[in-house]
């Protein structure tokens, strides 16, 4: 277990990082800039760290550690560093004809001091990725890593005072007890990602400082499947997004949605697939990952008792080992088909393991109400050929994100907001967005005093004025 920090320090942690910002010296351009470099430094530097520590947590191999956490957070600050000063120059505003002559500008400054809260799926890039914006919008951050990834929390932990001597990032370590006495300090913004149970409890608590949040949350991300000309292209992606950590994503595909008569292949292209890339026991190579805790195990090898296991479904307590497991679902349903009323404990939740139910529809149509009927989810995934498809699954649902032909790969899109809607989320980060959601954008204003347009505007009125200013106003 990560040690844990007592309350006293996270009292300390918060108000040393407030006085830090208070002292200005987070503002400037060049220590924002200087700031993004030491955290890529942290990372550069140390990588076969990391990599241990994310083999340690959740038997993550060295290449998807790369390209899931480190080569991701690597990637948001070389964009960040060639884009902040464009970023960061005021706005001209606009000014309507009735207030002329005045100027007007946007000047961004820092929101304060920002709690990062991360999971323990992606245990450094959830942490740190948000850390980027933070850090570019001139703020300073306390970051509170997952306990259930100790290995990271602790290396993060030991890494943070040696790359922010000046203690613009700080880290406070342990479980629930640290996380309830860290949301009862004041803070200017809050990223949380997680579930949805801890993220209304972040929320409550945030309300009672009026501070705004941002909330990933997950939920349950459908797929729509029918591109039968491209099969294997699309199973074989459609597996690497499934299975990748071990199915342990927020925007994993959850459920696919097909028609009955094209399950049969698309379970034999899964097969092949899994296959191909985690060979034929997926746990005897490096590169299949781990479930984090015996909790999490038993929670999902339960969700398999009696559904109808067509490729994996083997599972080792002492390893925490779950194989790459396809299971299919009847076609015998209502309209809950999905959510807390599904008749299947697979469909019922968020599954967040490897275990991919296929869902038999009638049509795209059909595969539209089913998603519809319950809560908006995070991201959607459609694999088809045809445009009108296409259209029809953009138009008339709602999601995070939708993602054609592939999964998971809007999450590294670094020009691309990154969230959820409803029940998946609230606010975006990740690039320019990133740099918005931590700073505020304060309008400012100069009306001269000569000449005194504002007369008009002032008592006593004139007819002859109040209608020219009436008219200009209208105008604006």
């Known amino acids: 277990m990560a040690a844990t920090t007592a309350p006293t ?20 351009l060049a220590a924002r800039t200087a700031r993004l470099k030491a955290l890529r430094a942290m990372l550069t530097e140390n990588q076969a760290d990391f990599e241990a520590a994310l083999w340690s947590d959740l038997h993550k191999s060295a290449g998807e550690a790369q390209l899931t956490e480190i080569s991701v957070v690597l990637a948001e600050i070389g ?5 902040l000063r464009r970023w ?15 100027r007007a500008r946007l000047v961004s400054e820092p929101l304060g001091v920002v709690l990062v809260i991360a999971p323990w799926n992606y245990p450094l890039q959830l942490l740190l990725d ?3 914006g933070v850090l570019a919008a001139g703020n300073t951050a306390v970051l509170k890593p997952s306990e259930l990834a100790p290995a990271t929390s602790e290396l993060v932990t030991r890494l943070v005072p040696r790359y922010f001597p000046d203690g613009a990032v700080r880290v406070v370590e342990g479980g629930v007890p640290e996380t309830t006495e860290l949301l009862a300090q004041r803070f200017d913004h809050i990223v949380f990602t997680g579930g949805g149970m801890v993220g209304r409890i972040v929320m409550r608590a945030a309300a009672d400082h009026l501070t705004p949040v941002t909330l990933e949350l997950g939920g349950k991300s459908p797929v729509w499947f029918d591109d039968d000309a491209r099969l294997h292209q699309a199973a074989r992606r459609l597996a690497w997004g499934k299975f990748t950590n071990a199915g342990q994503t927020c925007i994993a595909p959850d459920y696919v949605l097909t028609t009955p008569d094209r399950v049969p292949a698309l379970v034999d292209a899964l097969r092949t697939a899994i296959a191909d890339m985690w060979g034929s026991d997926p746990r005897a190579g490096r590169d299949y990952g781990r479930i984090v805790n015996e909790r999490q195990f038993d929670r999902l090898v339960a969700l398999l008792e009696g559904t109808d296991v067509v490729i994996g479904g083997e599972s080792d307590p002492a390893d925490r080992y779950i194989a790459p497991t396809v299971v299919t679902v009847s076609a015998d349903h209502g309209p809950a088909a999905v959510g807390p009323d599904a008749p299947h404990p697979v469909l019922r939740e968020e599954i967040f393991g490897p275990v991919l139910p296929i869902l038999s529809v009638d049509s795209p149509q059909q595969a539209v109400e089913v998603i519809n009927a319950w809560d908006k989810p995070l991201a959607l995934y459609v694999f088809t ?7 029809l699954f953009e138009q008339n649902t709602s999601s995070g994100a939708v993602v054609h032909d592939a ?20 606010g975006a980060y990740h690039g320019e967005h990133s740099w918005r959601a931590f700073s505020h954008l304060k309008p400012v204003l100069h009306k001269p ?8 505007a002032q008592p006593p009125f004139a007819s002859r004025g109040l209608r020219l200013v009436q008219r200009l106003m209208r105008c604006g």
């Open 88 to 102: 960061a120059r005021p706005q001209r505003g606009s000014v309507p004809p009735a207030l002329w002559p005045a």
């Open 79 to 83: 964009h960040t560093l060639r884009h």
């Open 130 to 132: 948000p850390l980027v």
């Open 407 to 426: 999964a998971l790969i809007h999450a590294a899109t670094t020009g691309l907001p990154f969230g959820g809607v409803g029940a998946s989320g609230m």
């Open 9 to 28: 320090t996270v009292t300390t942690a918060v108000n040393d990082a407030r006085s830090l910002f208070g002292s200005g010296a987070t503002r400037p």
């Open 449 to 456: 005093l000569t000449p005194d347009t504002l007369r008009l």
């Open 385 to 391: 050929s045809s445009a009108r498809t296409r259209r």
